[in-house]
């Protein structure tokens, strides 16, 4: 009895798991792997939901914007056709006013373009940086 209480104590605790078969381990890593495909997924749906509602916000209240600008702008066009038909003719006035409309609204392009190419690409850069890792650890124990 001595004997075999001293053989089990000297056992590491990792030696039953020594003892599976290789069918054993490969199906228990094929459910390692299934769990790590649906959690990457997950946070995949996560960054992509996370990104789609910043650029929901902000588009809506670009939108928003415009329209009011849009209003605001026709009436400080008429305010200053209407000014300046006092020193030209009318039709020289608005083609002043348009003129300098068309203009603002370059600028205004290139501003907004500026600022759309900083939101970045809408892939899931976190999850790609989390599946590079995995796929190192895979690699490192693999190896070992």
């Known amino acids: 009895m001595g004997v075999t209480t001293d053989r089990n104590l000297e056992r590491p605790a990792s030696a039953d798991r020594d003892d599976r078969s290789?069918?054993?381990?490969v199906a228990e890593l094929s459910g390692h792997l299934g769990?790590?495909?649906?959690?990457?997924?997950?946070l995949a749906l996560a960054e992509l939901r996370y990104k789609a509602t910043r650029a929901k916000r902000g588009g809506g209240m670009l939108g928003f914007a415009g329209v009011l600008g849009l209003l605001g702008a026709a009436t400080l066009m008429?305010?200053?056709?209407?000014?300046?038909?006092?020193?030209?003719?009318?039709?020289l006035a608005a083609l002043l006013v348009g003129l300098a409309a068309v203009?603002?609204?370059g600028l205004l392009a290139l501003v907004a373009r500026f600022q759309l190419r900083r939101l970045g690409p809408l892939v899931p850069e976190w999850t790609a940086i989390s599946v590079r890792e995995d796929i190192d650890a895979l690699r490192r124990a693999a190896h070992r």
């Not at 290789?22 to 381990?25: G, K, N, Q, V, Y």
């Not at 769990?35 to 997950?42: F, K, T």
């Not at 008429?78 to 039709?91: D, I």
């Open 78 to 91: 008429a305010g200053a056709v209407l000014g300046l038909a006092t020193m030209f003719s009318a039709w």
């Open 35 to 42: 769990r790590l495909a649906r959690a990457e997924i997950r």
């Open 22 to 25: 290789i069918t054993e381990l």
């Open 103 to 105: 203009l603002l609204a």
